[in-house]
């Protein structure tokens, strides 16, 4: 009985690394971010991220595939991993570890699936879908990771709970703006409602950056209060995407619809470090 657990842990073990291998090599923020976590919670962070990528990867990537075949496959997987308590997937096992351990609700996970099967078949949004696209895209992934940020402290959860979610979708709308061009010249898809991208100007481009601007302000409320644990991690999260959101903003909208804007590795360091001494002496 020793050895077995000794196996399973070992098992559990392989999960785990593969979330953390995938998380530095498809996100260099994240990755960097999860690792100014405490280590207690790493793994249940790099669980999430394994999880929501591979799905992520499925509708946006797999074009020469059956992607629905693929979605419907890796959900089936997804829920018998969780009924089980066990995956042959790595990334799915150390997913279920993770609901398992914190308790995430098996409605966010349906949630978040929803929002990526949209992905198969809507090209453009108007408000209610969009709205509900980043709920299950974004807000929805901020809760689970919230689940382990607050370790079953439920008050927690509760009170940090919309705060959470605008900063989920804070991000989720700066990917929209970082990635607009890929989307819509590579995918066929329109994520900002009754917007017309063939007529991306300064004034439509304002009205976007100030609705991301105020879930970034109710966001960050949310952030000073995480627990210790938590906090400097996502500060850091939250710091990269200000950065990436500030050089968006200040880069011509014809510009925005020609390339992907990206922070250089170097200033994400320089950021860091002076993240790193803010957090260290309360100033955040």
Same mark, same amino acid.
């Given at each position: 009985?020793?050895?077995?657990?000794?196996q399973?842990?070992l098992?559990?073990?392989?999960?785990?690394?593969?979330s953390?291998?995938?998380t530095?090599?498809?996100?260099?923020?994240?990755?960097?971010?999860?690792?100014?976590?405490?280590?207690?919670?790493? #793994?249940?962070? %790099?669980s999430?991220? *394994?999880?929501?990528?591979?799905? &992520?990867?499925?509708?946006?990537t @797999?074009?020469r595939?059956?992607?629905?075949?693929?979605?419907?496959?890796?959900?089936?997987?997804?829920?018998?991993?969780l009924k089980?308590?066990?995956?042959?997937?790595?990334?799915?096992?150390?997913?279920?570890?993770a609901?398992?351990?914190?308790?995430?609700?098996?409605?966010?996970?349906d949630?978040?699936l929803?929002s990526?099967?949209?992905?198969?078949?809507?090209?453009?949004?108007?408000?209610?879908?969009?709205d509900?696209?980043?709920?299950?895209?974004?807000?929805?992934?901020?809760?689970?990771?919230?689940?382990v940020?607050?370790?079953?402290?439920?008050?927690?959860y509760?009170?940090?709970?919309?705060?959470?979610m605008?900063?989920?979708?804070?991000?989720?709308k700066i990917?929209?703006?970082?990635?607009i #061009?890929?989307? %819509?010249n590579?995918? *066929?898809?329109?994520?900002?409602? &009754?917007?017309?991208?063939?007529? @991306?100007?300064?004034?439509?481009k304002?009205?976007i950056?100030?609705?991301?601007?105020?879930d970034?302000?109710?966001?960050?409320?949310?952030i000073?209060?995480?627990?210790?644990?938590?906090?400097?991690?996502?500060?850091?999260?939250?710091?990269?995407?200000?950065?990436?959101?500030k050089?968006?903003?200040?880069?011509p909208?014809?510009?925005?619809?020609?390339?992907?804007?990206?922070?250089?590795?170097?200033?994400k360091?320089?950021?860091l470090?002076?993240?790193f001494?803010?957090?260290?002496f309360?100033?955040?």
């Amino acid at each position: 009985m020793k050895m077995e657990e000794n196996q399973k842990a070992l098992f559990d073990k392989v999960g785990f690394q593969c979330s953390r291998i995938t998380t530095q090599l498809y996100s260099t923020s994240f990755s960097w971010g999860i690792r100014c976590l405490d280590a207690s919670i790493r #793994n249940g962070i %790099y669980s999430i991220y *394994g999880f929501v990528r591979y799905a &992520d990867e499925i509708v946006d990537t @797999f074009h020469r595939y059956n992607q629905k075949d693929l979605l419907n496959r890796f959900e089936h997987e997804t829920y018998l991993a969780l009924k089980d308590g066990i995956s042959l997937n790595p990334i799915l096992n150390s997913f279920q570890w993770a609901v398992r351990e914190y308790k995430i609700q098996l409605t966010l996970i349906d949630k978040f699936l929803q929002s990526m099967r949209m992905d198969l078949s809507m090209k453009a949004h108007d408000r209610h879908s969009y709205d509900d696209y980043i709920l299950g895209s974004a807000e929805v992934v901020g809760l689970m990771c919230l689940h382990v940020f607050c370790k079953g402290d439920i008050k927690k959860y509760e009170q940090l709970k919309p705060n959470a979610m605008k900063l989920g979708a804070a991000f989720q709308k700066i990917n929209f703006l970082r990635d607009i #061009n890929d989307d %819509y010249n590579g995918l *066929g898809r329109s994520y900002f409602p &009754d917007v017309d991208l063939k007529n @991306f100007n300064e004034d439509v481009k304002e009205k976007i950056i100030r609705e991301i601007a105020d879930d970034f302000h109710e966001g960050y409320k949310g952030i000073v209060q995480l627990p210790t644990e938590a906090r400097f991690g996502v500060y850091i999260a939250y710091v990269y995407y200000l950065a990436l959101f500030k050089k968006i903003k200040n880069t011509p909208s014809r510009l925005v619809m020609k390339e992907r804007i990206r922070i250089r590795n170097r200033y994400k360091m320089v950021l860091l470090i002076s993240s790193f001494f803010k957090y260290r002496f309360n100033l955040i």
